[in-house]
């Protein structure tokens, strides 16, 4: 994060907070503008097997995340954060998606390549934060997705943190949401019903940290779709210079909706019907790190509690154990799943790590088991503190000899 006063990017974001109620004057505004968030290159080339044959795509896209933070009045500050993600097929002239204007999808599903990303007022008083507006919801059950609605946070008690949220318009069509093209509902025999990310998000949580001890608690309800509830307890120790680490999780999903549709309702028995059912969580992962080595291996159980799709993750892994790349994917459970993992790296002179994942799984499909496993190897150089670079390769392998998959991915990203 970085302090600017009077640069062209300040003025306009604190010209844009200044419009919200009881707001400093620009003059003032512009004397604490805190601007973070990053800049980021990737390009991937993935190849994926199926009965049809096989599909090599290349792309390259570019994202950047900025956020403006400007103190107001007393003890009100406001945030506005613009995104820029595009996506250029590699080769094709016809595919390159750097562009902003009319009929502009952009990726990602922000409305367009360039927008506004998050904009909320906030309000701290003593060790309690409230914010209000479109921003990230922060929750165990996601990354990055955002939605509008208000956050609270309090610290009184120290070492633990309180946490409450509710949430509508959430984004949708992320392409780390598994769930983001069903449709939950109708209001009447001629409505279309809703997406599940239509529905509000409420939740609350706990989150502590008493050495060694680190601990969260969540729970969060999707109306009329499901409830979600986590414990995630982790173990720290130094033992002869080695750095150790017991994370161990449970988590699980409760339904209110018996199925959901993955087209609109058109009528009584038409279209496709998706069953939903209650899912467990449990996770464990053990790390190590001493002298430039690192590893970690991990054991992860899904029980879905009976033949219907499920969700422990509302959007990518969350918070949630995991390893690998591509193969795991908590955010849309078909069947009951074992998952093993072990990964394993060096570091060289605290620049360059050299690493690799190895996942294996097997997952009970209508009383037959069908094992998968990906292989990950990584390169990571870190070339200061703000500038990192890190390529990896990702091979996944079914036995049905459906959906093997190839992934190479190389990223360059700077963190203002």
């Known amino acids: 994060m970085k302090l600017f006063k009077l640069s062209l990017a300040a003025i306009v974001a604190a010209g844009a907070l200044t419009s919200v109620a009881s707001a400093a004057?620009?003059?003032?505004?512009?004397?604490?503008?805190?601007?973070?968030?990053?800049?980021?290159?990737?390009?991937?080339?993935?190849?994926?097997?199926?009965?049809?044959?096989q599909n090599t795509a290349n792309a390259h896209r570019f994202t950047s995340d900025i956020d403006f933070k400007a103190a107001l009045d007393d003890n009100f500050f406001g945030v506005i954060g613009f995104r820029y993600d595009s996506v250029d097929t590699s080769g094709e002239r016809a595919g390159a998606q750097t562009n902003v204007g009319v009929n502009d999808n952009g990726f990602g599903e922000y409305g367009q390549t360039f927008n506004v990303r998050q904009f909320y007022l906030g309000y701290t008083a003593g060790n309690t934060t409230v914010q209000a507006g479109r921003q990230v919801l922060g929750t165990f059950f996601t990354d990055d997705m955002v939605g509008t609605g208000i956050k609270l946070l309090n610290s009184d008690i120290s070492g633990l943190t309180l946490a409450a949220i509710a949430f509508d318009n959430l984004q949708g069509n992320d392409g780390d949401m598994g769930t983001r093209n069903l449709f939950i509902g109708e209001n009447s025999p001629t409505a279309a019903g809703e997406h599940v990310y239509d529905r509000n998000l409420y939740g609350v949580a706990a989150i502590g940290s008493y050495d060694p001890v680190s601990f969260q608690v969540w729970y969060a309800a999707l109306d009329s779709v499901a409830q979600l509830y986590a414990l995630d307890v982790t173990l720290g120790a130094n033992l002869g210079g080695a750095d150790l680490s017991l994370q161990a999780q449970y988590a699980g999903s409760s339904v209110w909706s018996n199925n959901v549709r993955t087209t609109p309702f058109v009528a009584p028995g038409v279209g496709a019907v998706v069953e939903l059912d209650?899912?467990?969580?449990?996770?464990?992962?053990?790390?190590?790190?001493?002298?430039?080595?690192?590893?970690?291996?991990?054991?992860?159980?899904?029980?879905?509690?009976?033949?219907?799709?499920?969700?422990?993750?509302?959007?990518?892994?969350?918070?949630?154990?995991?390893?690998?790349?591509?193969?795991?994917?908590y955010t849309l459970i078909g069947a009951d799943q074992s998952i093993y993992f072990v990964t394993a790296g060096y570091t060289f002179a605290d620049k360059v790590r050299v690493g690799a994942?190895?996942?294996?799984?097997?997952?009970?499909?209508?009383?037959?088991?069908?094992?998968?496993?990906?292989?990950?190897?990584?390169?990571?150089?870190?070339?200061?503190?703000?500038l990192n670079f890190k390529t990896w390769y990702s091979y996944i392998d079914r036995d049905n000899n459906e959906n093997d998959a190839k992934h190479l991915r190389f990223e360059a990203r700077y963190n203002f």
Request: aromatic share 12%; no cysteine.
């Open 357 to 386: 994942d190895y996942v294996g799984s097997r997952a009970e499909e209508r009383g037959n088991y069908v094992d998968a496993y990906e292989a990950v190897a990584r390169v990571d150089y870190k070339y200061s503190k703000k």
């Open 278 to 329: 209650d899912a467990q969580f449990l996770a464990v992962e053990l790390g190590a790190k001493a002298f430039g080595f690192d590893g970690s291996v991990g054991y992860v159980n899904i029980n879905t509690q009976g033949s219907g799709a499920s969700l422990i993750s509302l959007e990518d892994q969350g918070a949630f154990i995991t390893a690998g790349e591509d193969l795991l994917d």
């Open 25 to 53: 004057s620009l003059e003032e505004a512009i004397k604490n503008v805190d601007v973070s968030g990053y800049a980021r290159y990737r390009f991937d080339s993935r190849n994926t097997t199926t009965v049809a044959g």
